[in-house]
């Protein structure tokens, strides 16, 4: 490979995409690659998700679109080869069928070979793209990017072995990967708090138990707000339940915002919005647990944010997170079980779980499973064939065994 042409997407105060071209950074001039890092425009300078969801719905378009342009025009003045790659962070990018326009008229020899990433879309039945209804549309252009990516030589970069299944299920021949999780930067991370030294003590912290995924339907936070509801039938010991939220509590369905504020003017839930990172990251360096219910999220920067900061998790054994967290059953509750949920929940409520960092470590390598496929060294994380659910029974890490 000559030069890696990097496609980022925009940046968010309340998403992690602020540092998520960072975290590549670090990695990408470690292993002394030379990176364009194509720019894109932004609609305005708020950073801020107005419509939509996972990004703003006219903010991604903006963004994506001018960043196209400014490959293509590369490309006409031949500062992109066919020995370069392109590396789009989201296989959702406007504007990514002028690829297909213009590669099946130049010389093959010119044709850069093109990498994805795919973070779910029209494959998860969970996805938003069903709630909002895009899925039909959804689907055929992810059927156009795995025609291109194919035809470049390039490859779908899986997040795990159960979307890898949906793939194959939905058809798609382009070469797949398994790079086994999210883009992190734990160093980053740690840096935002003032370093590893300054990880608050497990027994120091307050009684909290947060909530940190987006409020939307998919996320389910209606489970999340049943718990708190058991949990105080159950009990009388003091525990704070929060919400963390990077802009303005909002949901694509208003009620689960409604219940929310009921609940924090009854004085069972605090509500912290509008968070910056640096915030949100104190918080969770004064949180014992980190509770998600999501009926779709493939894997989550959540889990490693948390396990990066002393901070207990708790997850669905639903899609990836059984592979996430190593078939961990005390870290793993059975999906839409209250009841084990709680259980689980009051345990680590007590004590820092004895596998703390393992899964931050590993996401942490992430971005280096990436270099090495694109390099052609990394082929233990090839999924060809049908033989993709061979590999979910495989240890991610050494997990620490404790004696019964």
């Given at each position: 490979?000559?030069?890696l042409f990097y496609m980022g997407l925009e940046s968010?105060?309340?998403?992690?995409?602020?540092?998520?071209?960072?975290?590549?950074?670090?990695?990408?001039?470690?292993?002394?690659?030379?990176?364009?890092?194509?720019?894109?425009?932004?609609?305005?300078?708020?950073?801020?998700?107005?419509?939509?969801?996972?990004?703003?719905?006219?903010?991604?378009?903006?963004?994506?679109?001018?960043?196209?342009?400014?490959?293509?025009?590369?490309?006409?003045?031949?500062?992109?080869?066919?020995?370069?790659?392109?590396?789009?962070?989201?296989?959702?990018?406007?504007?990514?069928?002028?690829?297909?326009?213009?590669?099946?008229?130049?010389?093959?020899?010119?044709?850069?070979?093109?990498?994805?990433?795919?973070?779910?879309?029209?494959?998860?039945?969970?996805?938003?793209?069903?709630?909002?209804?895009?899925?039909?549309?959804?689907?055929?252009?992810?059927?156009?990017?795995?025609?291109?990516?194919?035809?470049?030589?390039?490859?779908?970069?899986?997040?795990?072995?159960?979307?890898?299944?949906?793939?194959?299920?939905?058809?798609?021949?382009?070469?797949?990967?398994?790079?086994?999780?999210?883009?992190?930067?734990?160093?980053?991370?740690?840096?935002?708090?003032?370093?590893?030294?300054?990880?608050?003590?497990?027994?120091?912290?307050?009684?909290?138990?947060?909530?940190?995924?987006?409020?939307?339907?998919?996320?389910?936070?209606?489970?999340?707000?049943?718990?708190?509801?058991?949990?105080?039938?159950?009990?009388?010991?003091?525990?704070?339940?929060?919400?963390?939220?990077?802009?303005?509590?909002?949901?694509?369905?208003?009620?689960?915002?409604?219940?929310?504020?009921?609940?924090?003017?009854?004085?069972?839930?605090?509500?912290?919005?509008?968070?910056?990172?640096?915030?949100?990251?104190?918080?969770?360096?004064?949180?014992?647990?980190?509770?998600?219910?999501?009926?779709?999220?493939?894997?989550?920067?959540?889990?490693?944010?948390?396990?990066?900061?002393?901070?207990?998790?708790?997850?669905?054994a639903y899609r990836s997170f059984p592979e996430t967290?190593?078939?961990?059953?005390?870290?793993?509750?059975?999906?839409?079980?209250?009841?084990?949920?709680?259980?689980?929940?009051?345990?680590?409520?007590?004590?820092?779980?004895?596998?703390?960092?393992?899964?931050?470590?590993?996401?942490?390598?992430?971005?280096?499973?990436?270099?090495?496929?694109?390099?052609?060294?990394?082929?233990?994380?090839?999924?060809?064939?049908?033989?993709?659910?061979?590999?979910?029974?495989?240890?991610?890490?050494?997990?620490?065994?404790?004696?019964?």
């Amino acid at each position: 490979m000559r030069k890696l042409f990097y496609m980022g997407l925009e940046s968010y105060e309340a998403r992690y995409t602020l540092q998520l071209t960072e975290w590549n950074r670090r990695v990408f001039e470690r292993r002394g690659l030379d990176v364009v890092y194509v720019p894109g425009s932004t609609l305005d300078n708020t950073k801020a998700i107005s419509v939509g969801q996972v990004l703003d719905a006219h903010g991604r378009s903006y963004f994506a679109m001018s960043q196209m342009m400014n490959l293509v025009q590369m490309m006409r003045e031949g500062a992109v080869t066919g020995e370069d790659v392109v590396y789009f962070e989201d296989m959702f990018q406007p504007g990514f069928e002028s690829l297909g326009y213009i590669m099946n008229q130049i010389p093959r020899e010119q044709c850069p070979r093109i990498f994805v990433r795919c973070l779910a879309q029209a494959i998860d039945p969970d996805d938003f793209v069903h709630v909002w209804g895009l899925q039909k549309w959804m689907s055929l252009y992810e059927q156009m990017v795995n025609e291109m990516v194919a035809f470049s030589g390039g490859a779908v970069l899986a997040t795990n072995e159960e979307m890898v299944a949906h793939m194959r299920i939905a058809g798609w021949t382009a070469p797949i990967y398994n790079i086994s999780g999210l883009a992190f930067g734990k160093e980053e991370v740690l840096e935002r708090i003032g370093g590893a030294a300054k990880i608050k003590d497990f027994g120091l912290r307050s009684r909290r138990v947060g909530f940190a995924a987006r409020f939307d339907q998919e996320k389910q936070p209606g489970f999340f707000m049943d718990l708190i509801e058991m949990y105080h039938q159950l009990t009388s010991e003091p525990c704070e339940f929060a919400i963390y939220s990077g802009g303005p509590l909002r949901s694509n369905n208003p009620e689960y915002v409604e219940r929310a504020r009921r609940m924090e003017a009854e004085g069972t839930l605090k509500i912290y919005d509008n968070l910056k990172k640096d915030d949100y990251y104190a918080l969770l360096n004064d949180t014992r647990v980190l509770f998600n219910c999501a009926l779709q999220d493939w894997v989550s920067n959540t889990v490693s944010e948390a396990d990066t900061l002393g901070c207990n998790v708790l997850y669905p054994a639903y899609r990836s997170f059984p592979e996430t967290f190593a078939n961990d059953p005390n870290r793993l509750y059975v999906p839409w079980s209250i009841d084990d949920a709680y259980h689980k929940m009051q345990n680590l409520l007590r004590e820092p779980h004895h596998n703390m960092g393992l899964i931050s470590d590993w996401n942490n390598a992430t971005v280096d499973r990436i270099v090495d496929i694109i390099l052609g060294q990394g082929e233990q994380w090839n999924r060809a064939g049908n033989r993709y659910r061979d590999h979910v029974a495989h240890e991610k890490y050494q997990v620490v065994k404790i004696e019964e």
